[in-house]
């Protein structure tokens, strides 16, 4: 069990079961609308749905809440698919569509007509906008509210078969234009849109509003409990007011639950908002590796198990807050210090010639890949390496434990070191560093114990492999509350990516897999990329080694 197993929906659930309701058992569904890639925020919303249903040993339906054509599509229908089944969760053969119930939808329209709980309004847009009132003004009737069913069934008919143009009727449900709560005065629940469907085509040219289409997919679908983000928490009264006017039962039919949703510190979780970024070029697309989208965090080295791990600890709650994104990166670092092998790689190198070791020998270091297992491998040790330029420094202040003039340092997996002489060009930079070795100061030598303060990473140079590495940074900067400013776009951080170029990388990383995770000793962790290619190795930084995340 996960701790999806003691948050308030759990104890709602508890309760219904107690009651004697749904007697057939859980029955939750995830609802994307495919007109985007799933975020992050989704990545709660999937867990829970779906970790729901297995605590309680019900079942979860993948349902693609597809009633707005004019802003879905395919490409979306398959991505969507894709990361609900990488983060782990499988619906079977339980997949639908709330297009597919277009037809029954319909019907249920009818019904409500026939019972005298829906018109057809001619107001305009505007009209029914000034019409609705306030939160503190009662809304005011349309002059067509009271037409007779005859008309309505009459009027719906023809706007089902086109013969009005769009927005030029709606279909409202009849309720009250005096309720406190304004989305009981009278919504929307059919609108003309001359526009094909990525499913239906040219079928239909009524589309159901998202208010009437959710409760009565969920009801099609014998949902039990629907759960839902807080902002729907105003539209509940009118999801249990059509399953009561269209005959379903408490107890039987499904019932809405909200919570909180996902908010992170430096991050936009809005599908709206992300499309801005990719549509205006903020970056390469969905999948860019500092997008908070599931494709994007894949791409950037996140593993299924970190972003579950995350869903879990922030838990549930009624409450909206925001979640620092430390937490995230501390999930992925968890993750990945137990299971991602360590390998060298020095992204800024500076050649070191070690003049004591013989020329054209080589031999190979031991070294063992991950502390948690005992496999290991070979590391080529060469006359030439290459080591970190900031891991050399000529004027070094006392506390540097690196390598500076007439000082020792141990390279990792291999010998002592020590620096003879600095090498400079015309301009005075420091462009290599002649170093002696201590032939014996090797694990199992005579003077492997002997004590030097620093250690450092390093690569053969004959041996190493270049590759091309990309640092992130946050895609949007904040003030120091992590909020993201409503102009989200001035906040965009112009210096999110650092790409280094000739990276150099041990060799046992060449002829690497696409989202194989390494660490970096002493760097960071990272993750091939998928522009990879047998010329060029590419590699994500996920995030760095150090954990900001305090409990
Ligand atoms: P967006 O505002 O990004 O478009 P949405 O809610 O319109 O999000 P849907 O495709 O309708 O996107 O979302 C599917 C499900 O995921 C819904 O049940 C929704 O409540 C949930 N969801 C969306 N964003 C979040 C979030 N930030 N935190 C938790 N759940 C979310
Ligand atoms: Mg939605
Ligand atoms: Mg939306």
Not at 7 to 14: A, D, G, L, M, V
Not at 104 to 115: F, G, H, N, Q, T
Not at 438 to 447: L, M, N, V
Not at 460 to 483: H, K, M, P, Q, W
Request: net charge negative; glycine share 6%.
């Amino acid at each position: 069990n996960t701790s999806v197993g003691s948050n308030f929906i759990q104890n709602e659930i508890n309760d219904d079961l107690k009651n004697g309701y749904y007697p057939e058992g859980v029955h939750t569904r995830f609802p994307p609308e495919p007109n985007g890639y799933l975020h992050i925020g989704h990545a709660k919303s999937i867990c829970l749905n779906f970790g729901l249903a297995k605590n309680n040993g019900g079942i979860c339906n993948l349902r693609f809440d597809d009633t707005n054509p004019v802003k879905e599509d395919v490409e979306y229908v398959d991505s969507i698919q894709e990361d609900i089944k990488w983060l782990g969760f499988s619906w079977d053969d339980r997949m639908f569509f709330a297009s597919d119930y277009f037809g029954k939808l319909y019907d249920y329209a009818v019904e409500l007509i026939k019972k005298g709980l829906a018109y057809v309004d001619d107001l305009t847009a505007e009209e029914i906008r000034s019409y609705r009132g306030t939160l503190t003004e009662p809304g005011k009737e349309s002059p067509y509210r009271n037409r007779s069913v005859e008309e309505n069934l009459e009027l719906f008919q023809k706007m089902k078969a086109g013969e009005f143009g769009d927005g030029e009727k709606v279909l409202r449900a009849k309720i009250d234009m005096a309720a406190p709560n304004i989305v009981m005065r009278d919504p929307v629940i059919y609108r003309i849109a001359h526009v094909s469907h990525h499913r239906t085509g040219d079928e239909w040219c009524i589309y159901p509003m998202y208010d009437f289409a959710h409760p009565l997919s969920d009801a099609i679908e014998e949902i039990t409990h629907s759960v839902c983000t807080l902002e729907f928490e105003d539209h509940r009264p009118f999801y249990d007011w059509l399953l009561d006017a269209l005959g379903f039962k408490v107890g039987a039919r499904p019932r809405q639950i909200e919570f909180a949703r996902l908010n992170l510190t430096n991050t936009v979780t809005s599908k709206r908002k992300l499309r801005q970024l990719v549509e205006e070029g903020y970056v390469s697309g969905w999948d860019d590796p500092r997008m908070p989208t599931i494709s994007g965090l894949r791409r950037r080295g996140y593993t299924p198990n970190s972003l579950r791990t995350f869903c879990e600890e922030i838990g549930v709650a009624k409450a909206n807050s925001l979640v620092d994104v430390a937490m995230l990166e501390h999930c992925v670092r968890d993750d990945l210090n137990k299971n991602a092998d360590r390998i060298m790689a020095v992204l800024h190198p500076l050649k070191v010639v070690i003049t004591n070791y013989p020329e054209g020998q080589k031999e190979f270091m031991v070294a063992d890949n991950n502390p948690n297992t005992s496999a290991h491998r070979y590391v080529p040790f060469f006359r030439e390496l290459y080591i970190e330029q900031e891991d050399f420094m000529e004027d070094a202040p006392k506390k540097f434990f690196r390598l500076k003039p007439e000082g020792e340092v141990r390279l990792k997996h291999g010998y002592i070191i020590k620096c003879e002489e600095v090498i400079k060009d015309e301009a005075g930079n420091v462009v290599e560093l002649h170093c002696t070795y201590d032939p014996e100061s090797k694990t199992g030598g005579a003077t492997a114990n002997r004590k030097v303060k620093g250690t450092i990473h390093w690569v053969s140079a004959e041996d190493a492999i270049e590759a091309e590495v990309r640092l992130y940074d946050y895609l949007i900067e904040t003030d120091e509350n992590g909020e993201v400013p409503a102009d989200f776009l001035a906040a965009v951080n112009k210096k999110s990516l650092e790409v280094v170029e000739h990276a150099l990388i041990e060799p046992s990383a060449s002829f690497t897999a696409v989202g194989t995770h390494y660490q970096f000793l002493r760097t960071g962790y990272f993750v091939v990329d998928k522009d990879t290619t047998p010329e060029k190795l590419v590699f994500n930084r996920v995030v760095g080694l150090k954990d900001s995340w305090a409990k």
